[in-house]
């Protein structure tokens, strides 16, 4: 699949006749989860069957929907005090025509590898916070390639927009829309800080040194594969059953069965830990994202702009890891997810705002080799597939080719029955292992 520009151009929010374009001198500080979070930009891709609306009607709802959400057309900065910024100073994204050499079904289903670049702008050394590219096949398909840097948003705030942008195109006002204060999380006086956040949420500078020589000592990334798994309904049913299959003794304090989420990640956990072949002393933990809307108290509106996650670290030895069935693991899982409540929120809040100068994030899209650990990023809730710009929903979306060690996309199959695809990026010597247990209800 060859692909050529065809054209790259920066464009504005656009303003209603009857709406008077608000100044540009304006800014919008970050929050604490601003600043936690990843600084990069990450890639997603959308494919549409013809019909589909012509180049111009996008770029209009993309403007349109610019004009509600400002953050995106502006550029990180810093205030007269030096302090991180979103400046809204509309300077606009980055609006990518182009054109490929052959039908999409010649090329479908997009498997995850380095030629999936070419469907989006580059990630690296840019200014723009969005930036989109629309390439159009030979049988009339589109992809759109769509870019969005995570400081300004998190994954259920970008979800929002990309659905407005496509509300924007089909002629309708944006509903819902976006609440923009970033001010809302204050710290409380006294502050009462109830959890350990140094070596959870933030590190000191001089271990982040340490780690990057340990990966430089390690695999080079070019013996990284990202592998596809398919996981259908009926087998998760399987897994579901079989990790909560404890929940009804007398020790446990819920007989509730555990999420398809926990079970599916539980499991992947135990196979990528077993192909990996790591000895049985060691350490292992997974990054779970947990989305404080739902967790602080008072509750966050669902239509908050901006970043509020924060992350469970279910840990384990190995040795535990594998010889325990995987109710164990999944149990693990639940638990580290349910500790990450309003008053774990609320203790970050109050920390971040009076944390040591040399501590910075531990959330890093710089390091390719996770392992003995692994983070999960699941875009099972998001609405991905109501990105609608007139002719219908996607016929799939995927993320862009990040070949992290370790770092797993979860997304709802675009064969819409319910089943999931698991991006799962291995070394090539683990994956012959991995691909023979990851169906395996038993892992003993």
Avoid at 305 to 317: E, I, M, Q, R
Wanted: hydrophobic residues 40%; glycine residues 4%.
């Amino acid at each position: 699949m060859k692909v050529k520009i065809e054209s790259s151009k920066i464009i504005k929010p656009f303003y209603e006749d009857n709406i008077i374009p608000p100044s540009t001198k304006t800014y919008i500080p970050l929050s604490v989860f601003d600043k936690v979070t990843y600084e990069a930009q990450i890639a997603i891709i959308y494919a549409y069957r013809p019909p589909t609306p012509p180049n111009a009607a996008i770029q209009l709802g993309l403007q349109k929907a610019l004009a509600i959400y400002r953050e995106w057309a502006g550029r990180l900065g810093k205030d007269e005090n030096g302090i991180p910024v979103i400046s809204l100073n509309d300077e606009g994204v980055r609006f990518v025509e182009a054109s490929a050499d052959s039908t999409l079904d010649k090329v479908m289903p997009f498997k995850p590898s380095a030629s999936l670049l070419n469907l989006h702008p580059r990630l690296n050394n840019v200014v723009e916070l969005v930036q989109v590219q629309v390439t159009r096949f030979t049988c009339g398909s589109l992809v759109v390639g769509f870019t969005a840097h995570h400081t300004v948003a998190d994954g259920h705030s970008t979800s929002n927009f990309l659905v407005a942008w496509g509300q924007a195109c089909r002629g309708l006002d944006i509903n819902p829309l976006p609440l923009h204060d970033r001010t809302i999380f204050n710290p409380r006086n006294p502050p009462l800080i109830e959890y350990e956040h140094k070596g959870t949420e933030f590190m000191s500078k001089s271990v982040k040194k340490e780690n990057s020589l340990d990966e430089s000592t390690h695999h080079v990334t070019e013996d990284i594969v990202v592998h596809k798994v398919h996981f259908t309904v009926e087998f998760l049913a399987k897994l579901k059953v079989k990790a909560s299959s404890m929940n009804n003794n007398n020790n446990s304090n819920s007989n509730r069965p555990y999420s398809t989420f926990e079970s599916l990640v539980a499991h992947l956990w135990r196979a990528i830990t077993k192909a990996r072949g790591l000895s049985g002393f060691e350490t292992t933990h997974i990054r779970i994202s947990v989305n404080g809307r739902m967790r602080l108290n008072p509750r966050v509106p669902n239509e908050y702009f901006g970043n509020l996650v924060l992350w469970a670290f279910p840990t384990s030895k190995v040795k535990d890891l594998l010889r325990e069935p995987l109710p164990y693991a999944t149990k693990l899982i639940h638990d580290a997810v349910v500790k990450v409540n309003n008053n774990y929120f609320r203790s970050f809040i109050d920390f971040a705002n009076h944390k040591d100068e040399d501590l910075i994030p531990t959330a890093d899209m710089n390091k390719h080799i996770l392992c003995p650990n692994l983070e999960v990023d699941s875009w099972l809730r998001f609405p991905f597939y109501d990105l609608d710009f007139g002719m219908g929903c996607p016929y799939m979306f995927m993320p862009s080719y990040f070949p992290t060690e370790g770092m797993m996309f979860l997304l709802p199959s675009f064969i819409g029955d319910g089943s999931i695809d698991a991006f799962i990026p291995l070394f090539q010597d683990n994956l012959p292992t991995f691909k023979k247990i990851c169906y395996s209800l038993d892992l003993a």
